[in-house]
Structures are given as structure tokens and as C-alpha cells.
DNA sequence: TCCATTGTACGAGCCCGGTCGAAAATCGGC
DNA sequence: GCCGATTTTCGACCGGGCTCGTACAATGGA
């Protein structure tokens, strides 16, 4: 049963420019927005990056709460999207900057 | 007499989205940041910022030395301003992305 | 029902970075 | 040369965040 708890998600209003420059100035919360970004959609066990399975749930609560992903669950696993419409009208520019960079 | 010491500044194609982002993900250097962007050029110690000078130091070296700053000695002092051109070139649109956002 | 898969919660360790004060350096003016 | 103004350097403190392992929860299939 379980209240289902329903994934916090900030309103558009209430996503920070310094939540979001924070949430991106991580490298492997980085990989993680190029990588949703590549695919449009992924689950959060699909890359394979190099930190555990708890660090990994971090950054994607991180990324999460600041306003920068959308996760939502299917089945017993979470797909992740990337809030492109809300970035794009808060901070015009900045995601594709961003995704822009060369990505040594 | 002092050999000049000449501010090190990185060249355009070493300026790394990771350090841009985590030099802008300060508020502090944030809001240098803005003022430089709404002055166009500013001494370091013009600001009224809640920092000690020498963090202030800190942060000035730190938006510099990730590309974000150009900094030019002028008499005792140092004038900022913006690498525009550059962040525009590398990062299209992060910048002004960045300044459009509300500044609560 | 049992189990494999996927992700979360919790507690802990640890290093990085923001902060400060005091002392030194740089520069211009007198 | 001397002084004041501006900024830097140095050492230190300390809190936060990235990291992990273990244990737990949730889901869906066999």
C-alpha cells in the first residue's frame, strides 16, 4: 500500500539559480544531466559511474530537489528526465550552455 | 621591482564548464558576478559583501583562475570584468542564463 | 509466497572549501 | 623615504558534502 510518498519535486517557482549551478558543479551529477540529456529519458542504474549505489542516490536527489530532473517510478525502478521547460524559462540559455561544453 | 607576477589567467580552450560552474555556485561570488555583469568593470573592494577581505581574496582568485574574471592591476588596485567573449564562445548562453535568473 | 532487482535510509568517515585574523606585500602620494 | 590604502599570503578552524557499507523497503515475476 504504502501513502506512496510521492517524490518531492519544487514548483517552478521555487527553483534557485545557486540550487542549480550547485546541483551541476559536480562531476558525476554532470555525466548524469549529459546523459538524460543524450537519451531524453534513463533509469537511475543504467551508467555505470564510479560510486556506489547510495552516492549514486544521492546526486540524483540532489539533482532532484534542486529542480533539475524530474524522476518519476515505473515499476521497482525511477526514470529520470531532465525539467527542460522549466530550466529553459527560469534560466534561458544556461542548460545548453551547459551541454554545450566540450566534454573532454 | 617585483617581476611582475602577471595574474595568471587561463586561456580560452583551458577554461573547464567544471570549474565555471563551481566558481558560479558560491553566492558570494555570485553576486560579484552580477555586479561585475551590471557595472561592467569593478574594483575588488567596491563591494559590501558579508566576507572578510581576504575571503573576498579567495573568491576573486577563484573566479579568475576557473575563467569566469579578468583581472587587470590598476595602481594598488585590481579592476574585474567579465570574460564574456570567452564564457559566450565555450558555453553559449550559460552566462546570461545565469544573470536572467531572479535574484530573490 | 519466495526471490531477484532496484533503489532508499542510516550512520560514519573524511576531505575540500569557505571563513577568519594577523602579518606582509604592492602601489601612489606627499 | 614614509605613510595610507588596497590586496595578498599564511595558518588555522570548521562545517558541509561526497563517499561508503550495511540493512531495509518496494515492486514485479516465477
Do not use: W
Not at 550547485?22 to 534513463?42: C, T
Amino acid at each position: 500500500m504504502s501513502t506512496a510518498t510521492a517524490l518531492e519535486h519544487p514548483i517552478r517557482k521555487d527553483i534557485r539559480i545557486e540550487g542549480v549551478l550547485q546541483a551541476l558543479a559536480d562531476p558525476v551529477r554532470l555525466r548524469i544531466v549529459r546523459a538524460i540529456a543524450d537519451h531524453g529519458e534513463i533509469a537511475c542504474g543504467v551508467l555505470d559511474l564510479p560510486v556506489s549505489k547510495s552516492t549514486l542516490t544521492h546526486h540524483y536527489r540532489v539533482l532532484r530537489e534542486s529542480g533539475v530532473i524530474h524522476q518519476r517510478p515505473v515499476g521497482t525502478s525511477k526514470v529520470n528526465s531532465l525539467r527542460r521547460e522549466d530550466l529553459d524559462a527560469l534560466f534561458p540559455g544556461l542548460l545548453d550552455g551547459v551541454l554545450a561544453a566540450p566534454r573532454d
